[in-house]
């Protein structure tokens, strides 16, 4: 009998980022994708968030490697952690290894990966995988659909995509050499991108955003011009520079990944920019207005950018001057809206022309629509089907879809990250699941457990109150010393925080004496009793939620230590594994 094939997903469904999925055959792992999530307001100081490498860890030794399919963060912004624990072959096109390298060179992991780069029709053999990429269009160029020729048929993934008929480059999805393929071998498991499949119709070209950019340009004749796009999107920068010298203009770019994309883009020959029309960007503020075209990051508000650093005027290159236009080339992604909207206002507020993709055609996404996702499914066919990278809801309108273009609503799975699946010459049937939890990334400490998440909404909301109170125990006795001290930071403040103080320091005192009159003497304990005081007295008098944080000097520990009952915040509260 054939061997089974199992698949894992340690990410992206469920969500809109840390897309991974483990591929296993004859007891090997090969991982599709390997991306970060950027995390949304309520993740309080995190960095971002990794899919969960639980089972990759305690699977090590079978872990071949990771199939990048294109070069977004979401896709390979986490190969450099995973590196970290395992050594790792990685396989993707040419661009999406260098742009992976970028990322892998910060943390300096590099000499722990085998880079393997593939070209569009390539057919390759790592291990028991027998692998076949081919080429899909894409907001990044050079992005791959894969098969996987498995004992089972072929499992085709189709990596993130859209139809573009007129792309940039020319370089059109294979929907010929996967007709082909469905005909020849069949499709025995499809899984396919989600993102759009709520939105009706089909995308825009990418090249009719490059016209409409171009008249923008004509219009806005002896300008400065500021231009935001995606770093990685680098048929959109074509075509800004494109618009900016046909307009007379000159380039620079700004921002650490525009850099480094348009220069590693630029030496792979897949960005046509003559040397005499970029300039450094020292020399920005020397240029006249109707010369220059920059091309920066920010166009998500990330709060760092240049593009935010523009809009509060600290950019150090740039001033924006009243008649300054700023086109936002972008679409917020969902969790980013208020950002962008603070970037557009402090634009708006310095006297600048914003155009953003809700008053002009400066964008187009990169993901198929329904009717782009009809005309994947009639070609691909599949047996059975597995929607992938979206929110729940979009997994369940591909999965309508699908039905609705012919296949079998019983072969057709709806997964959620830590969902396993294994298909065998029956069909699929559900596995155990795979540990798949949200794993924060802060600071350098590594990631952070969601009880400190938890503990810094509440104190983010309505901050703390504390009560330190100090105990001496002599033999069979025990008193206060001096009066309990409440202190407070983020609740509330002058005289009313005052007496409300004053009386809480009156509460927590009277429990606390009853507890030492009745024989308490362990810390834990009358720790306990003052939280309860101290939480009712704030409740009851300002129907607030701060944390309370009580701390007992000079008494016993408690004996029964294995019991840990007074952890803040709850493990679970608020994780991911949606069910
Ligand atoms: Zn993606
Ligand atoms: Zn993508």
Known sequence: ?????????????????????????????????????????????????????????????????????????????ALSFLLEEIPLKIIGSPLTIGMAKNRINERDVADRATFIEVSDGDRIQVGPFDLEFFPVTHSVPHGFATAFHTPQGVLLHSGDFKLDMTPVDDRLTDLAGLGHLAKDEGIRLFLCDSTNAESAGFSESETSIGQSIQDLFRAREGRRIIIACFASHIHRVQQIADAAIASGRTIATMGRSMNNNVGLARDMGLLSIPDAKLRNIDDVEDIAPADLCVISTGSQGEPLSALARMASGDNRWLTIQEGDCVILSSHPIPGNESSVSRVIDGLYRLGAEVIHSGVARVHATGHAKAEELRVMHSIVQPEWFIPVHGEFRHMSEHAKLASGMGTDPEKIVLCSDGDSVLLTDKGIERTDDISAEYIYMAGSVGSLDESVLFARRILGQDGFVSAVITISIRGADAEMVGSPEILSRGWVDGAEGDGLRKEATEEVRDVIEESLRSGVRDRQSLEKAARRTLGRFVNRRTRMRPMIVPVVLGAHEAKQSAKQGNKQGNKNSGGRKRK
């Open 1 to 77: 009998m054939p061997s089974p094939v199992r698949i894992s997903f340690l990410g992206g469904l469920g969500e809109i980022g840390r897309n991974c999925a483990a591929i296993e055959i004859d007891g090997r792992i090969m991982l599709i994708d390997c991306g970060i999530m950027f995390p949304e307001a309520d993740h309080a100081g995190v960095d971002l968030i990794l899919p969960d490498f639980t089972y990759l860890r305690e699977n090590a030794d079978r872990v071949e490697g990771v199939v990048a399919t294109h070069g977004h963060e979401d896709h390979i912004g």
